[in-house]
């Protein structure tokens, strides 16, 4: 039986993981793991599609019930990952991408096999001017993930692969390579096991 592999995606906001994972979703034979939240939608974003919204008590059922593979607080709000949504795709052989943050990253690999990779932007500067082009934050709700991204770059350390976001294009290749080259590794470890068990 042919397990998918799970790859975790980390970055500040700002450094538009998003927008890339849009585009490897395109035409990589992938799927994006949709997670619970407890913030307010943006305008645009719909639910069951960018995210599951709850309210905060429906989220902490969720994890009183045991169906949150991780979860974390990030600037006021719960974010986390339903078991619902990666253990049935990883064990139909799908491969699964989650979005999520450092802690959640950290969490995940504690108990999972999984390809970590870390999106940085090219500067602060830039990371700001994203941000604040966005429209979606307030003074403060921005300020707060600035700040909030100094700290979770000090962890882009402890990923197996890096990626600076400067020209998009360029970001969607590098990762579309990772994803064909941890593929073909993940092949090659399961057909020597087999090869071992006959
Ligand atoms: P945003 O509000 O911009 O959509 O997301 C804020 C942060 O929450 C981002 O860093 C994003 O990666 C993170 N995030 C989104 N989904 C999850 C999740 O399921 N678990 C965790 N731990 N973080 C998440």
Known sequence: ????????ISGPS???????LNKVIDDANVSLSISATTRQPRSGEKDGVHYHFMTREKFLSE???NNVLEYNEYCGNLYGTLKSEVETLLASGKDVILEIDVNGAKQIAKSMECVRVFI???????LKQRLSLR???TDETLNNRINQA???IDEAYYYDYVVVN???EDAVKKIKSILEVERLRASKMKFKIDRLKK
């Open 14 to 20: 700002g450094s538009g993981k998003g927008t890339i």
């Open 120 to 126: 940085l932007p090219p500067s602060m500067e830039t």
């Open 166 to 168: 400067d020209e998009l």
């Open 150 to 152: 100094h700290s979770e």
């Open 1 to 8: 039986m042919k397990f998918g592999t799970l790859f975790v």
């Open 63 to 65: 994890i009183e019930n």
């Open 135 to 137: 429209g979606t934050e």
